[in-house]
């Protein structure tokens, strides 16, 4: 029988790191151990992201984690692109925000206080011709949510204030690393793997402390008594209507010969639905099979935001077999529409899927987790990680949130309660 004071829900970067923080002494219930940091191989070998593919290495907390994997990290200088037109006359620009912003003059200060929104701060800062050409088309497709509703906060590290440019390789991510996910969760597993449970949880019930989860294999339903508990799943957040969350259709696509270009990512045309192209075969060589070359997708839908004509097929066709005909007509169609002309005939696999993609930064949605937080804390229950804590966070913020938890479980102070409720941590990386 498993003994542990503390029951983790969800085996994404989040619990595996807490569980690996508090050295094992817990149990992980999980559907599916990695997350989001999971590769899908197809049966020709490509393998797809789920999630991340790239992560920053300025961030002690991450570091740590990267230099035990050295033979498969692959470093990279970030190399990107956005699109505009459509494909025929389609033209694209690099590094638009962060090579171009040299000469702007503004009298606006770099805090962003005084910004109760994006729309605000960019009009104020950018101006009003950048703000309808970039900024509003860039971020109102991929949140799927009005400019004026999204909070300045996420922005901070990602654009540059025109005051504090330095130079072009600025930036969050202007030079990162990529290593496989099944590598990392493999480092995470390397001890622990006695420790966790395969299960779906159907519920936690605060009142008497149980956890109610179903076993994969059996289907037995069981109940555990908690201690102190994590929860990745965002069941907690449900019904708090500030905390909006939209949906990603990922296409991931390998294809026959070499790249056209060379790059890592880029954004499609604001006028269509794609929002990401990723060369993933850029990332690192085992992940096209040789002679090859592989792109992952990303549409992002939400309820709210009108749904691309491109979903309804995606979601007709992958209810027919993987790597179906139309499911092919489908990937080079989105491709095309983002300015890759990919003939449908050079097209070898098709990986398709729909899941929760990003945690929405609406105005004062920072403020709302606080507050859950702060009740559950009372309970014993602590949250973290990219659902738990509703934070669109990459790799590095979401191992300092488990390491927050971890700091505040076995040390209890006002200022590390600080941190964990108000995420702060995020801000000064
Ligand atoms: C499209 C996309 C691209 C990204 N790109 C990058 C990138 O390039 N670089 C970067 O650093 N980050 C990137 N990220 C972010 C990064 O992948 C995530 O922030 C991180 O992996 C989230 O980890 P997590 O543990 O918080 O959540 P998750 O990985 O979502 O883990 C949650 C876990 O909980 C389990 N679970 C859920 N419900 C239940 C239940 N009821 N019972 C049991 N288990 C349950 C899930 O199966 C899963 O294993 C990207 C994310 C997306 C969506």
């Known amino acids: 029988m498993l003994r542990a004071d503390t029951i983790i829900l969800g085996g994404g970067l989040s619990g595996l790191t807490l569980l690996k923080e508090l050295s094992g002494d817990a149990i992980l219930i999980t559907k599916n151990v990695g997350g989001l940091i999971q590769n899908y191989v197809t049966p020709n070998g490509f393998s797809f992201d789920l999630g991340g593919h790239v992560y920053n290495s300025s961030n002690p907390d991450i570091e740590e984690v990267m230099n035990v994997i050295p033979n498969t990290l692959h470093s990279h200088r970030k190399s990107w692109w956005i699109r505009s037109g459509t494909f025929n006359e389609s033209e694209k620009y690099t590094f638009p925000v962060q090579s171009s912003m040299r000469s702007l003059v503004t009298d606006t200060p770099q805090d962003t206080s005084w910004s109760p929104n994006l729309e605000d701060y960019s009009i104020k800062i950018f101006g009003e011709a950048f703000t309808e050409e970039f900024f509003r088309p860039f971020n109102e497709r991929v949140w799927t949510t009005a400019l004026s509703d999204l909070d300045v906060d996420w922005v901070k590290g990602r654009v540059q204030h025109p005051r504090e440019f330095s130079d072009k390789n600025w930036g969050l991510n202007s030079s990162f690393y990529y290593a496989p996910g099944s590598e990392i969760v493999k480092y995470f597993l390397k001890d622990f793997s006695n420790n ?14 149980t956890v109610r989860y179903q076993d994969d294999l059996s289907g037995v339903i069981y109940y555990v008594k908690y201690n102190r508990l994590i929860d990745t799943t965002g069941r907690f957040l449900e019904g708090e209507s500030i905390l909006r969350r939209n949906y990603i259709a990922y296409f991931g696509v390998g294809v026959e010969g070499s790249p056209a270009y060379d790059f890592h990512w880029c954004y499609g045309p604001f006028d269509q639905s794609v929002h990401r192209v990723t060369l993933l075969s850029s990332y690192h060589p085992g992940l096209a099979p040789s002679g090859t070359h592989s792109y992952l997708m990303e549409i992002p839908f939400s309820s709210e935001y009108r749904s691309p004509w491109i979903i309804s097929v995606l979601l007709r066709a992958m209810k027919t077999k993987p790597n179906s005909s139309i499911l092919k007509f489908a990937a080079s169609a ?18 398709a899927k729909v899941s929760l993609g ?50 505040l479980l076995n040390d209890y102070s006002q200022d590390n309660l600080n941190h964990y409720l108000t995420s702060d941590f995020y801000y000064k990386v």
Do not use: C
Request: proline share 4%; glycine share 8%.
């Open 358 to 407: 990003y945690p929405v930064p609406m105005v004062g949605s920072r403020k709302v987790v606080a507050q859950i937080k702060e009740k559950l804390f009372n309970q014993n229950v602590f949250l973290a990680g990219r659902w738990g804590a509703h934070g669109y966070w990459n790799w590095e913020h979401i191992v300092t949130d488990a390491r927050v938890v971890r700091r």
């Open 334 to 351: 989105a491709l095309r529409t983002a300015g890759f002309p990919i003939e449908k005939e050079k097209v070898i696999d098709v990986w």
């Open 196 to 209: 966790i449970i395969n299960g779906t949880v159907l519920s936690v019930n605060l009142g008497d402390k």
